[in-house]
């Protein structure tokens, strides 16, 4: 089974500033990469598939990068209704998620 | 509009029978593969199940494989799952997803593109 590993595992930032957070694959899963953003009490929702494609309506500060094992989702300028925990998830062998990085308005 | 509304979740007692439902609606259902995916207190999201959009293959989690069965009624757009000998650590908010397919390189490969709300399963005594 491929294993997904996501850091940090919470992340503190200003409104305004640019965020980083990673995610690694146990092995190679080309781009076949998805990145979601969960928020309490709603289902998660599709930001990012294909390790950098922008799923239609979602703002265009939230970018991704990365192919192979090494990826990563960015937040170009961080707004108030960003705080939330981001999953990244493989769909190249079935499905696995990382284990979440929640990200908190300072 | 895409709509995902899951029902059934409740409490239940370790070893019983449980039954979740999820309805879809905005999208020709036969078209597409669906999962659910669940949630335990404080953890992460943890892939649970797929059909695929006819019901002619199914895969579960190993944590689920052999207790849970992922069904689906392409004339009723519903997909369920069935969970039985159900045990403390399958307490979770469950959420059903519709999955959208790339077949742009040949083979295959699915996201999950749109989720419901989740429906809350308490395994308890």
């Known amino acids: 089974d491929i294993q997904m590993t996501q850091s940090p595992s919470t992340l503190s930032a200003s409104v305004g500033d640019r965020v980083t957070m990673t995610c690694r694959a146990s092995?190679?899963?080309?781009?076949?990469l998805a990145w979601y953003q969960h928020k309490p009490g709603k289902g998660p929702k599709l930001l990012i598939h294909?390790?950098?494609s922008l799923e239609s309506g979602v703002p265009s500060r939230f970018s991704g990068s990365g192919s192979g094992t090494e990826f990563t989702l960015t937040i170009s300028s961080l707004q108030p209704d960003d705080s939330a925990t981001y999953y990244c998830?493989?769909?190249?062998?079935?499905?696995?998620f990382g284990q979440g990085t929640k990200v908190e308005i300072k | 509009q895409v709509h995902l509304v899951e029902s059934g979740g409740g409490v239940v007692q370790p070893g019983r029978s449980l039954r979740l439902s999820c309805a879809a609606s905005?999208?020709?259902?036969?078209?597409?593969?669906m999962h659910w995916v669940r949630q335990a207190p404080g953890k992460g999201l943890e892939w649970v199940a797929v059909?695929?959009?006819?019901?002619?293959?199914?895969h579960y989690a190993d944590s689920v494989r052999g207790r849970f069965t992922i069904s689906r009624d392409n004339s009723r757009n519903t997909v369920s799952l069935h969970m039985t000998s159900l045990r403390d650590d399958d307490t979770a908010v469950f959420y059903c997803?519709?999955?959208?397919?790339?077949?742009?390189?040949?083979?295959?490969?699915?996201?999950?593109?749109?989720w419901g709300q989740g429906t809350p399963v308490i395994v308890s005594s």
């Open positions: 092995q190679s899963i080309s781009s076949w």
């Open positions: 905005g999208f020709t259902f036969s078209d597409y593969g």
């Open positions: 294909k390790a950098s």
């Open positions: 059909i695929w959009y006819d019901g002619s293959k199914t």
């Open positions: 997803a519709k999955d959208r397919a790339d077949c742009s390189t040949g083979s295959c490969y699915a996201m999950l593109d749109v």
């Open positions: 998830q493989q769909y190249n062998a079935h499905w696995t």
